[in-house]
């Protein structure tokens, strides 16, 4: 558990299903770990296509980085409103992300709270 | 007219005159008004190609859409850079739009007065 | 050198290397400056892809604009993990770029400091 906020906080808007696109996000995720460190806390919002980055089983060749990256700490957060419209169940999701009521609203809400935005 | 800043506030990048990208912001825009209601004000703000969504008449599958939005109370704003430089006069632009010098000053402005960003 | 913070400041994000985008993001900044003058601080952050806008020479079509960006006090941003993914050394790269050690890490630090974001 986190005990103070990190220094830097950011979301990333993933909403694009294009493995070669989730690719370029994860790759870009683990370099902002790699340059900040324990000072950045990041959030992966994954809905509409995005939220195929989220779903079990993730395309293969994306696996690994992601699994590093939840290791490391980055959260991955799922649109509920598009796994309702797409018809996905809980046991569809990754089942270490976080389930958010909706991923748009997600990514205002935390950019209210002062967490920096990124969209790849 | 409000009478408070609300709790979030969320400024939403149109740059894109692809219809199912114009449909998927304002299907975006839907769920952010449903996910945190009163508590969110939204501008959605048009430029270059994205001031198809602005345009009059707008392409009929989106209209329905719009106006509902416009009816809740999210503001469409029009830049007069891209007008000018598309020859669009004030009768081509939708009736409820607002005309903002710059776009992008626009989008600049309002997160320096601390409104969230969303690029679709 | 600039004595007080600028009223307005925006990191502008760069990822794309098709010229028709990078002129796109060229020209929108030339706008912001234009809506904005003394009253903004610009940074173009180029990253991955978006690497082409700094490297030497640039598209001919770009380095018009460029250059007067530059000359108007735009910061251009070239992202070191970047250079070294691609094996770009100092004389590839703009002489006038600043290199950053990660470009997605320099847009979520700005934005920590109150820069505005845009995604062209």
Same sequence: chains 1, 2, 3.
Avoid: F
């Avoid at 994306?62 to 598009?82: I, K, Q």
Wanted: contains cysteine; glycine residues 6%.
């Amino acid at each position: 558990m986190r005990k103070a906020p990190a220094m830097h906080r950011a979301v990333i808007h993933l909403n694009d299903a294009a493995p070669e696109k989730i690719q370029t996000v994860l790759h870009n995720t683990a370099n902002l770990l790699a340059a900040l460190g324990p000072e950045i806390q990041v959030e992966m919002v994954a809905h509409g296509p995005g939220i195929a980055v989220a779903t079990t089983p993730a395309p293969e060749e994306l696996t690994t980085e992601l699994t590093g990256l939840l290791a490391a700490g980055v959260s991955l957060c799922a649109c509920r409103n598009t796994m309702t419209a797409r018809r996905l169940t809980p046991a569809d999701i990754h089942p270490q992300a976080v389930v958010v009521a909706s991923g748009v609203a997600h990514l205002v809400t935390r950019q209210t709270e002062g967490w920096s935005y990124l969209h790849p």
